[in-house]
T-cell receptor, first 115, second 112 residues
Framework: DADVTQTPRNRITKTGKRIMLECSQT?????MYWYRQDPGLGLRLIYY???????NKGEISDGYSVSRQAQAKFSLSLESAIPNQTALYFC??????????????FGPGTRLTVL | LAKTTQPISMDSYEGQEVNITCSHN???????ITWYQQFPSQGPRFIIQ???TKVTNEVASLFIPADRKSSTLSLPRVSLSDTAVYYC?????????????FGTGTQLKVEL
C-alpha cells in the first residue's frame, strides 16, 4: 500500500552496527506497528504505538527500540544488530476501531540481513 | 495470547472453492477473527473480519461456529492470482496490540 512507506527496502549490515528502519504513513492513522517475519513463523509483533506519546512492547521486543516522532512516523532501531535479527520487517497502521472493524495497512517491508 | 493453528499448505485448481480453517481454542471474549492475504515481497492485505456466525464480502466468506474456537475462510472460485499465503489473526479490537496474534499462515497454490 503506497500510503505506508518503509525505508530502506533492503539493508545489509554487520554484527554490532546500529540500524534504524523508518516508516511513514499518509493515512492519518493514530496506531502504528512493527512486525518481524521469519520463514515458517508468520508475523510477530515487536512494538506498537496508539498515539505519539504511547509506546508498547509486543511479543518480541528484546533487542529493539522504537521512536514515534510524529503521528505519521514510527522508527524501529536495532542498537547492536545480531545475525538472528535477519528477517523481513513490516510496518503497519490502523485507525481507531469503528463499528467493530480493525484493519491494518501494511508497508512493503524492509529486508534486513545482519552478517 | 490466543494461539492459532492453520494447515501449512493447500492445493487447488482454478474455479474451485477453497476453505481454509483456523483453530483458536483459547480465543477471548473480546477477540475478533481477521484474515489477511500476502503475496511474495509484499505486506499482508486485509481480506475479511468477523466475530461470530457468518460474514461475507466481495472476495470471501468467513464462517465462525457458536463456540468460536475455529473459523473457516472460504474463497469462491479461486484463480491463479489467489495463490498466496493466508493468515488467520485473532486479537482484541479495543485491547492492547500485544493481543494481536498471527498464525503461521497457509500457503495456497492454485493451478490450472
Amino acid at each position: 500500500d503506497a500510503d505506508v512507506t518503509q525505508t530502506p527496502r533492503n539493508r545489509i549490515t554487520k554484527t554490532g552496527k546500529r540500524i534504524m528502519l523508518e516508516c511513514s504513513q499518509t493515512k492519518g492513522h493514530d496506531r502504528m506497528y512493527w512486525y518481524r517475519q521469519d520463514p515458517g513463523l508468520g508475523l510477530r509483533l515487536i512494538y506498537y504505538s496508539f498515539d505519539v506519546k504511547d509506546i508498547n512492547k509486543g511479543e518480541i521486543s528484546d533487542g529493539y527500540s522504537v521512536s514515534r516522532q510524529a503521528q505519521a512516523k514510527f522508527s524501529l532501531s536495532l542498537e547492536s544488530a545480531i545475525p538472528n535479527q535477519t528477517a523481513l520487517y513490516f510496518c503497519a497502521t490502523s485507525d481507531f476501531p469503528g463499528q467493530g472493524k480493525h484493519e491494518q495497512f501494511f508497508g512493503p517491508g524492509t529486508r534486513l540481513t545482519v552478517l | 495470547l490466543a494461539k492459532t493453528t492453520q494447515p501449512i499448505s493447500m492445493d487447488s485448481y482454478e474455479g474451485q472453492e477453497v476453505n481454509i480453517t483456523c483453530s483458536h481454542n483459547n480465543i477471548a471474549t473480546n477477540d475478533y477473527i481477521t484474515w489477511y492475504q500476502q503475496f511474495p515481497s509484499q505486506g499482508p492485505r486485509f481480506i475479511i473480519q468477523g466475530y461470530k456466525t457468518k460474514v461475507t464480502n466481495e472476495v470471501a466468506s468467513l464462517f465462525i461456529p457458536a463456540d468460536r474456537k475455529s473459523s473457516t475462510l472460504s474463497l469462491p472460485r479461486v484463480s491463479l492470482s489467489d495463490t498466496a499465503v493466508y493468515y488467520c489473526l485473532v486479537g482484541g479490537i479495543t485491547g492492547g496490540g500485544n493481543k494481536l496474534t498471527f498464525g503461521t499462515g497457509t500457503q495456497l497454490k492454485v493451478e490450472l
